[in-house]
């Protein structure tokens, strides 16, 4: 199982990232997909879910409404669109994998929100 995610970057406050994750090694069709993020004073944050068909998606309080989360299950990767990003964004965003639990992650894709 391998996720890689990619599309960090340095973005001023009220910008847009879009981060994508692509998986490779299962049916990734067969999985929930999740973001998470963490900070050094806040530690893992769950930021959104979605599920095997991507009709069903879930975000937590501090970004629902600013970003979507999506998938494509012909190309293996699934998304996250982030808009009005705010400095309290700036974090190292994971792409995990959802069985029983969080079993897989990526390596980590590092988003800035300053200005």
């Known amino acids: 199982v391998q996720l890689q995610a990619s599309g960090g970057g340095l973005v001023q406050p009220g910008g847009s990232l879009r981060l994508s994750c692509a998986a490779s090694?299962?049916?990734?069709?067969?999985?929930?997909m999740f973001w998470i993020r963490q900070t050094p004073g806040k530690g893992f944050e769950w930021v959104s879910g979605?599920?095997?068909?991507?009709?069903?998606?879930v975000y937590a309080d501090s970004v629902r409404g600013r970003f979507t989360i999506s998938r494509d299950n012909a190309k293996n990767i699934v998304y996250l669109q982030m808009n009005s990003l705010e400095p309290e964004d700036t974090a190292l965003y994971y792409c995990?994998?959802?069985?029983?639990?969080?079993?897989?992650w990526g390596q980590g894709t590092q988003v800035t929100v300053s200005s």
């Open positions: 090694g299962f049916t990734f069709s067969s999985y929930w």
């Open positions: 979605i599920n095997t068909g991507g009709d069903t998606t």
């Open positions: 995990a994998r959802a069985d029983d639990f969080l079993d897989y």
